[in-house]
């Protein structure tokens, strides 16, 4: 990637992109020019998607880093206009100069709505084997409700009756029922947010997936990496054929982390140095499957599978660019990027139900060097704190500060609405635009505690929902965890979205 980065310059967020000409140029050349955004537009916190400005530009809501590759000559002797690459940052580089204007460049740039943007359809390649793979992430700006899957491990251990040790729902992926069940509730899931008109982020089922749980499942090594790969490429399923059925709204994948210890209460804790080793392979897997001595591997062979997964594996890593292109143009994207056959990276990681700031920190530090976009989401007690006692505001400026504001937002979910801290309405709570609520008010130890499920009032849940929509319209990637189903997301969009 080095070689792209010459002459590299930022557009500063929220910022407009256009492609003029250069007046009495001989060769007519495109350039690009940065126009100021909108006085409003924040780049923590709510981020307002600011309207085209009447001379056609297009608004980012996101920061913009363009970097051109070295001039080239063409076989007539004469200089060509250098490529750029452009790609969404993090927060964290909010702080760099304003610049006036961008470098010239051989096309316009193209903003899609998840916070990627791209110029088309000269993007350098990094490696001469791997292309540029694009990444999304849901859209923050008020107004714009991402909806999301409920309690996947509580739905298919009371309602769809699967034993599920450790909470590890990744072993089915494994299993022809397993596949079966879990296809049946995503699809479900997807159905919900089309019927709303909301896009979707669409989990990978790896919740348990890191080196220690899996390995307790007995996926350690070759096997951790190659589960990881098919939860991928089964998402990656998913989200094809709900394009392939008419979906009209976007469905994102999201690369699911958990923590390493009790989502409840840790025993060991992690230096954050140690939780950005730990975590390390998952995210680099996330961010191209394709990568490392286990890819050829990476969805067939291995662990002998029932009635042919491994086929199906083989055939979602064949057909992932076509995957990604169909997702492509549901978001407005032009092209594709990856390379042909191989496994399709998801949209953005994210690490969710942690505990403590360190682990969050290393996860946070280990994605912003592999390059893919990663959302922070903690778990908060009755009292609104974690379960170490920390605020939950202490939590984000610890994470934020360590890392110069890595992550792309953070969220709260494995918690009731009212469990929320009262002051997160406050202008700290811009940057949690995640939550994703259990469907009882009880504590974590009383839900540990009990036997049977307790779903609590699907109905009420939605009303807490809209209520706290209305306080905190940033809170804008909405959905379920533990006890919810499609009941419950169903209610929230009702609440919140007006859906049937």
């Known amino acids: 990637m080095t070689a792209t980065r010459r002459a590299g310059v ?18 007519d050349t495109p350039r690009l020019a940065c126009i100021r955004g909108h006085p409003r537009a924040g780049v923590h916190g709510n981020r307002r998607r600011v309207p085209s400005s009447r001379n056609g530009a297009r608004r980012c809501c996101w920061p913009v880093s363009v970097h051109t590759s070295p001039v080239r000559t063409s076989a007539a002797g004469e200089a060509a206009a250098p490529a750029l690459l452009c790609r969404a940052l993090s927060p964290a580089h909010a702080r ?49 409700v991402t909806l999301t899957d409920g309690g996947l491990e509580t739905d298919l251990i009371y309602g769809a009756g699967f034993d599920l040790p450790d909470f590890a729902a990744f072993p089915l992926l494994d299993d022809e029922h397993g596949r079966e069940a879990l296809a049946a509730y995503y699809r479900l899931a997807i ?73 409840y209460s840790p025993a060991t ?21 394709s990568s490392g001595p286990m890819a050829g591997t990476a969805l067939g062979g291995g662990r002998p599978a029932a009635s042919g997964s491994d ?36 949209d953005y990681a994210a690490a969710l139900t942690l ?14 060097e592999i390059g893919i976009p990663i959302v922070i989401s903690f778990t908060v007690e009755t009292d609104g704190r ?54 009882s008010r009880r504590s974590h130890a009383e839900l540990d505690a009990l036997d049977v499920l307790d779903p609590g009032d699907p109905a009420d849940l939605g009303r807490c929902f809209a209520e706290l929509h209305e306080r905190m319209p940033g809170l ?13 997301i169903r209610a929230i969009a009702r609440a919140v979205l007006g859906a049937p």
Request: charged share 20%; with cysteine; aromatic share 6%.
């Open 191 to 263: 159905e919900t947010a089309q019927d709303a008109h909301a896009p979707f982020s669409l989990d990978t089922v790896t919740w348990r997936a890191n080196p220690d749980w899996a390995a307790r499942r007995g996926y350690a090594g070759a096997e951790f990496e190659r589960i990881l790969r098919a939860s991928i490429a089964f998402a990656h399923e998913l989200r094809a054929e709900a394009v392939a059925g008419g979906a009209r709204q976007p469905i994102l994948v999201s690369g699911v982390l958990g923590p390493r210890d009790d989502g």
């Open 10 to 27: 930022h557009l500063w967020p929220p910022c407009a992109v256009r492609s003029s000409r250069v007046a009495g140029d001989a060769r």
């Open 269 to 289: 804790l992690m230096s954050a140095d140690e939780a950005a080793d730990y975590h390390r392979r998952q995210l680099e897997i996330f961010a191209d499957p």
């Open 311 to 346: 086929a199906v594996g083989r055939d979602s890593a064949r057909a992932a660019a076509g995957t990604r292109a169909a997702a492509d143009a549901l978001l407005g994207l032009a092209g594709g990027g990856g390379t042909p056959g191989a496994p399709a990276p998801v």
């Open 386 to 439: 974690l379960p170490g006692g920390q605020s939950l505001r202490d939590a984000v400026a610890e994470v934020d500060g360590a890392t110069d504001g890595a992550p792309a937002y953070f969220g709260v979910n494995c918690a009731h609405p009212d469990h929320l801290p009262a002051d997160l309405a406050e202008p700290w709570g811009g940057r949690v635009a995640a939550f994703r609520a259990n469907g």
């Open 355 to 368: 505990t403590y700031p360190a682990e969050a920190i290393g996860i946070a530090t280990a994605a912003r």
């Open 96 to 144: 760099l100069p304003r610049p006036r204007s961008c470098a010239r460049a051989p096309t316009g740039l193209v903003s899609a709505p998840y916070g990627h943007a791209r110029l088309l359809p000269h993007v350098p390649t990094p490696e001469p084997e791997k292309a540029v793979m694009p990444f999304r992430i849901p859209r923050t700006d008020p107004g714009a």
């Open 476 to 488: 804008t990637v909405l959905g379920g965890c533990c006890g919810t189903d499609d009941r419950h």
